[in-house]
């Protein structure tokens, strides 16, 4: 007889119920609630950058991009980075979730990561203050002509609209217009 966990019984126990109900109704856990607030407020806790195992999940999250202004930004950490361990744990066989889980975190809470970084011959820890990291909705407006304009969706959200997608598309506009 395999072991059960008394929370995987509860979400199965959930899901089941979920199926007999309409299909617009939907369970969140703690983790895919979180998640839901970062995509619909388009703000968390964190570094400010965005990292990928390149397609090996057996090696470390490497840095794909580095968010202007956040703690990532001012601590000098830049595209290409890897992150080899986060508090002194090796990053290499873990999950990429896991790791965002990780480096995500309380507003003012500090965390250490050792980075590997290209043309440099040893790692380095880099402590860094996560804070609150705004991600814009709504990129920068350009014009295709003088009768035609475009705003896009920031693809930092998945393109998603937030709380703030209203406000940052009134003020491109007025931008433009002036």
Known sequence: VDELKPEDLSKSAINGMLRELDPYTSFYDRRDLEQLRIDTQGKF????????????????PVVMSVIEGTPADTSGLVVGDRI???????????DLSKIVGVLRGDE?????????????????DQPIIRARIGIPS????????????YISMSWLNGGRFTERTGGELRQALAAQLN
Not at 45 to 59: C, V
Not at 84 to 94: L, Q, R
Not at 140 to 146: M, Y
């Open 138 to 149: 709504v990129q920068i407006p350009g014009e295709v002509d003088p009768d035609i304009g």
């Open 108 to 124: 003012g809470a500090g965390v250490t990561i050792t980075i590997e970084r290209p043309g440099m011959d040893e790692p380095f």
């Open 45 to 60: 806790g964190g570094l400010g950058i965005t990292i990928s195992k390149r397609g090996k999940e057996s090696g470390p």
């Open 84 to 94: 080899i361990a986060i508090e002194g744990d090796p990053t290499y066989e873990k």
